[in-house]
């Protein structure tokens, strides 16, 4: 398979918005996805950009994405967060996901990170394989723990 990775430019990001719903379908929340398209342009590329993207291109169409963005730890200092790693169905098991995750660890490591994290759906078991076959580990004592933008808006109503 021959694709390029490449950092993403403004004009990727419609693509992007793709493989996002795209995903979403896949894990079972197709109605999930808020962000638009002006989203993505204005947090991505504007004077202080909210994370860094990452896409990978087969004959000038992008077919797979890895979305992070910087943390802190408490306990480490600075980590990346790798938000989404997608590859197009059409493409997966053509070492695009690898070359993406590849990306990524270079991104982290050339920006000093101390740990690079990510979450993965408990049912996907072909995800979770990968992950672990880079040597990547899956703590399964741990809960994701957030507050939706109706229960931020509850919990401010309350103070």
Known sequence: ??????????????????????????EKEPNAVEVTLSDL???????????????????GE???????????STWKGPIIHLEDLIVNKDFRGTGMGTALLNEVVKYGHSRGAKRINWEVIDWNQPAIAFYESKGATVLRDWDVVQ????????????L
């Open 41 to 59: 342009e204005r947090d991505g590329f504007g004077e202080q950009p909210l994370f860094k993207c990452f896409v990978a291109e087969v004959e």
């Open 147 to 158: 507050l939706n933008e109706a229960a931020i808006k509850s919990y401010i109503d309350k």
């Open 62 to 72: 992008v077919k797979g994405i890895a979305l992070v963005y910087n943390r802190y």
């Open 1 to 26: 398979m021959n694709f390029k990775i490449r950092p993403a430019k403004i004009e990727d990001m419609s693509a992007v918005l793709q493989l996002i719903n795209e995903l979403a379908i896949f």
